[in-house]
């Protein structure tokens, strides 16, 4: 089955400066990979996603990169601002069945951004 | 936030008693899922269901069981068997949503059980 790794576990940003989170994946085809937030006590929510057609999404201040030949994707959080802080995970999916997807979450990296 | 509701937010069960968490849905939503979280292992994977009457393990489903007679709801039994039982629970569904760029398969969280055995 898929495995996915996540780097790193915990994370300190200055406010202002950027956030890079990256993920590998083992299953060549996975081809949908979102990124989900959680903050403290709250439920994850999809923050962004790519699926393996794209190379690259942005969406305001949260951009998300796939490599597929060497299996790894980025989340990339440019000008952090205190809000930023929270859980976040990535997922990558290996089984399409009927449109909706098995996703295999990462473990999670705990961003804090340091006002 | 409405949508997927999970009860009871916090549920205390003795060792070798059996418990039933809830999960109901009013999104329409046919597919659903239901994850266990544990500090540093993220979110893994217990059971799914793609369509009512039909579900499928996860990674992690022994000590566990399931059933989807309706679509909004998805109940999850922690059984005697489950070994590690304290944990906090999610439950997501999911829907495709066709946008500009392709299709996106988001799933909808629940607010969790957290679960203790003691």
């Known amino acids: 089955g898929e495995n996915v790794e996540q780097h790193p576990s915990t994370l300190s940003v200055q406010e202002g400066d950027s956030a890079v989170i990256k993920c590998t994946y083992s299953?060549?085809?996975?081809?949908?990979f979102p990124w989900y937030k959680q903050e403290l006590g709250k439920r994850p929510q999809l923050i962004i996603d790519i699926r393996s057609n794209v190379g690259e999404k942005k969406d305001q201040r949260i951009a998300v990169t796939l490599n597929k030949t060497a299996k790894h994707f980025s989340l990339h959080i440019t000008e952090t601002q205190p809000e930023d802080s929270a859980v976040y995970f990535c997922a990558a999916s290996s089984q399409p069945y009927f449109g909706n997807e098995k996703l295999t979450f990462g473990t999670g990296t705990r961003l804090t951004i340091i006002p | 936030d409405g949508g997927i509701t999970q009860s009871p937010k916090y549920l205390f069960r003795k060792e070798g008693q059996n418990v039933t968490l809830s999960c109901e849905q009013n999104?329409?939503?046919?597919?659903m899922y239901w994850y266990r979280q544990d500090p540093g292992q993220g979110l893994r994977l217990i059971y799914y269901s793609q369509i009512v009457n039909d579900f499928q393990k996860g990674d992690i489903a022994e000590g566990y069981s399931v059933s989807r007679e309706k679509k909004e709801s998805f109940p999850l039994t922690v059984t005697s068997a489950q070994k590690n039982p304290t944990a906090f629970y999610l439950c997501?569904?999911?829907?495709?949503?066709?946008?500009?760029?392709?299709?996106?398969?988001?799933?909808?969280f629940g607010p969790g059980t957290r679960l203790t055995v003691l």
């Open positions: 299953d060549s085809a996975s081809n949908y």
């Open positions: 999104l329409n939503h046919d597919a």
């Open positions: 997501a569904s999911s829907i495709v949503v066709g946008l500009a760029g392709g299709l996106s398969y988001e799933q909808f």
